[in-house]
T-cell receptor, first 116, second 112 residues
Framework: DSGVTQTPKHLITATGQRVTLRCSPRSGDLSVYWYQQSLDQGLQFLIHYYNGEERAKGNILERFSAQQFPDLHSELNLSSLELGDSALYFC???????????????FGPGTRLTVL | GESVGLHLPTLSVQEGDNSIINCAYSNSASDYFIWYKQESGKGPQFIIDIRSNMDKRQGQRVTVLLNKTVKHLSLQIAATQPGDSAVYFCAESRFTGNQFYFGTGTSLTVIP
């Protein structure tokens, strides 16, 4: 158990809908990262938040947004959902938000999103 | 983006044998590499890392080898056990960068 929690575990919705995925980092970690894992792709970095502020953006669509709250939990909002958004969405946390070489990222169990 | 790929999508080994999982990367400026293990229904779990100033690093039953000349990374698992069955990802990062670039993964199946 990494200490990172994600809810819900599974989510099934229809195209055009909006969903919110939630992540609670490990106790004491200030950084939260979101990744998307599609069936035929590796993990794709989406966005990184550190202590409530956006730190870096990866391949995140404009239909997607995220935020980190004062209690450090984070939410990933996915809107106008398309079939291709079906994927596993992982959250990871790290202590300081530094480079992976000095600041290990710990991954949550993921949320499986199915768009029908 | 960066290109980090794996040679083989699946690998089956007998319990007790050694496993070797390979990974190629394309950017010679990459200087930090990580292997992750992802069991079914779980998130990726850090296994071992290596920096580009090293050729080899050993952990508990795992060894990572880095060949910068051919931009190749491998993960060796000694005396493979059923609990090693999982998908293994290599990931590349800059030592001072904040982003990972992951490969698609190799699925390792250990046959009892």
């Amino acid at each position: 158990d990494s200490g990172v929690t994600q809810t819900p575990k599974h989510l099934i919705t229809a195209t055009g809908q909006r969903v919110t995925l939630r992540c609670s980092p490990r106790s004491g970690d200030l950084s939260v990262y979101w990744y998307q894992q599609s069936l035929d792709q590796g993990l794709q970095f989406l966005i990184h938040y550190y202590n409530g502020e956006e730190r870096a953006k990866g391949n995140i669509l404009e239909r997607f947004s995220a935020q980190q709250f004062p209690d450090l939990h984070s939410e990933l909002n996915l809107s106008s959902l398309e079939l291709g958004d079906s994927a596993l969405y992982f959250c990871a946390s790290s202590a300081r938000g530094g480079p992976p070489s000095t600041d290990t990222q710990y991954f949550g169990p993921g949320t499986r999103l199915t768009v029908l | 983006g960066e290109s980090v790929g794996l040679h083989l999508p699946t690998l089956s080994v007998q319990e007790g044998d050694n496993s070797i999982i390979n990974c190629a990367y394309s950017n010679s400026a990459s200087d930090y590499f990580i292997w992750y293990k992802q069991e079914s229904g779980k998130g990726p779990q850090f296994i071992i890392d290596i920096r580009s100033n090293m050729d080899k690093r050993q952990g508990q039953r795992v060894t990572v080898l880095l060949n910068k000349t051919v931009k190749h990374l491998s993960l060796q698992i000694a005396a493979t056990q059923p609990g090693d069955s999982a998908v293994y990802f290599c990931a590349e990062s800059r030592f001072t960068g904040n982003q990972f670039y992951f490969g698609t993964g190799t699925s390792l199946t250990v046959i009892p």
